[in-house]
């Protein structure tokens, strides 16, 4: 099992920055992957950027050069750096930890909005 609580998001303007954050708390072989998907109203979720423990890193198309992920292994965390904000990236994002085993089951935070309008 893993806990994970999401802070950050809210609102901001086209051209903005947000930094969301994650802290994980549980069975450190489910934090293998750590990282943040997004959910656009009538849109599926999508992976955003993902980090493995030992740092590699994977980014959806449309947020590399704008989006930095990083981890904190000793404290469980995980962190999105989000620059050059556009509507587009409106979404909820949600945090996620995951095994490297096969078919390993993700785990979720609650969701948290962020909102990118003038």
């Known amino acids: 099992q893993v806990q994970l609580v999401e802070s950050g998001g809210g609102l901001v303007q086209p051209g903005g920055s947000l930094r969301l954050s994650c802290a994980a708390s549980?069975?450190?072989?489910?934090?293998?992957?750590m990282g943040w998907y997004r959910q656009a109203p009538g849109k599926q979720r999508e992976l955003v950027a993902r980090i493995t423990s030992s740092g590699t890193t994977t980014y959806l198309d449309s947020v590399k050069g704008r989006f930095t992920i990083s981890r904190d292994n000793a404290k469980n965390t995980v962190d999105l750096q989000m620059a050059n904000l556009t509507p587009e990236d409106t979404a909820v994002y949600y945090c996620?930890?995951?095994?490297?085993?096969?078919?390993?089951?993700?785990?979720w935070g609650q969701g948290t909005q962020v909102t990118v309008s003038s």
């Open positions: 996620y930890s995951q095994a490297l085993t096969s078919g390993a089951h993700p785990y």
């Open positions: 549980g069975n450190i072989f489910s934090m293998y992957f």
